[in-house]
């Protein structure tokens, strides 16, 4: 399993563009054919933009099979709900599978 430490890319993660460009630098870096999970120690702040263009690119990347890591961080469970409103893709389903085993 492959582990994304979002600390790598700053403590407070805000934008679309930077969430893009976090994407882009680790991709080169991951197989897609392997699992791949998220770990949100050390960050602080995550708002709604930065978190969607970055999920959004990496479960299409790697087919869905991404895992949230369980977080206390309040501004990741506060905007991941925002974010699968009206969805039904693959980023839906890392999400909701993550707040259900994170309650």
Known sequence: MQTIYLKKFGNVLVSRPAGLEAFKAIRQTLDPREPIQINFEDTFTITPGWFDEFL????????????????????????????????????????????????
């Open 56 to 103: 959004t690119n990496l479960t299409e990347y790697a087919e869905g099979d991404v895992v949230l890591l369980p977080t206390k961080n309040a501004s990741v469970l506060a905007s991941l709900p925002v974010l699968i409103t009206g969805r039904h893709d693959k980023f839906a389903e890392v999400v909701k599978r993550f707040l259900e085993s994170n309650k």
